[in-house]
T-cell receptor, first 112, second 114 residues
Framework: DAKTTQPPSMDCAEGRAANLPCNHS???????VYWYRQIHSQGPQYIIH???NNETNEMASLIITEDRKSSTLILPHATLRDTAVYYC?????????????FGQGTELSVKP | ETGVTQTPRHLVMGMTNKKSLKCEQH?????MYWYKQSAKKPLELMFV???????ENNSVPSRFSPECPNSSHLFLHLHTLQPEDSALYLC?????????????FGPGTRLTVL
């Protein structure tokens, strides 16, 4: 599975959009981009995933560049409860259960 | 989020004890996972079960023994652990072979080995 690079930390003002970048320059054609977050000492929470088209759900939007070498997770109106570590993971979806390889992630601090 | 539950939430045990961690999923999934998260480190995959068969064992020491009696339940049996095994143990589940295999995590068991 391809390796990802994320900034170790970011700050965001409450109510503003949080844009979290991820580089995955070695991604292959059949690898998806997944985003999870982990609030302190809790289990990771699935946010969104995509292959090459931009995706949006009730939590966030995922923007993937045309060459698929990078992506951005957008939280449109960040709240204090969005403070967490955000993980960008690229992986192939497998028939027998595919593992997630977590990196260090980006620690997002939403400030009042 | 109560789709994946884990018990106990906190566990303190001595190095000579035997204990078990339990995971239960209520999502109709057929793949289950154990992950370990040590302090200041990324999550590490330990075991994968798909359709109740172990399909991956990530070089985990034999003092950790998983059991998957059915598609809804997963156990991690612990014996003669070391202090460095203290960590957050996370269970996850997904649909294996389906249109989506997104993994959903439980809240974790915080284990302390004295």
């Amino acid at each position: 599975d391809a390796k990802t690079t994320q900034p170790p930390s970011m700050d965001c003002a409450e109510g503003r959009a949080a844009n979290l970048p991820c580089n995955h320059s070695t991604i292959s054609g059949n690898e998806y981009v997944y985003w999870y977050r982990q609030i302190h000492s809790q289990g990771p929470q699935y946010i969104i995933h995509g292959l090459k088209n931009n995706e949006t759900n009730e939590m966030a939007s995922l923007i993937i560049t045309e060459d698929r070498k990078s992506s951005t997770l957008i939280l449109p109106h960040a709240t204090l409860r969005d403070t967490a570590v955000y993980y960008c993971i690229v992986r192939v979806r497998k028939n027998q259960g595919g593992k997630l390889i977590f990196g260090q992630g980006t620690e997002l601090s939403v400030k009042p | 989020e109560t789709g994946v539950t884990q018990t106990p939430r906190h566990l303190v045990m001595g190095m000579t004890n035997k204990k078990s961690l339990k995971c239960e999923q209520h999502l109709g999934h057929n793949a289950m996972y154990w992950y370990k998260q040590s302090a200041k480190k990324p999550l590490e995959l330990m075991f994968v079960y798909s359709l109740e068969e172990r399909v991956e064992n990530n070089s985990v020491p034999s003092r950790f023994s998983p059991e998957c009696p059915n598609s809804s339940h997963l156990f991690l049996h612990l014996h003669t652990l070391q202090p460095e095994d203290s960590a957050l143990y996370l269970c996850a589940s997904s649909i294996s072979g389906g249109a989506t295999d997104t993994q959903y995590f439980g809240p974790g068991t915080r284990l302390t080995v004295l």
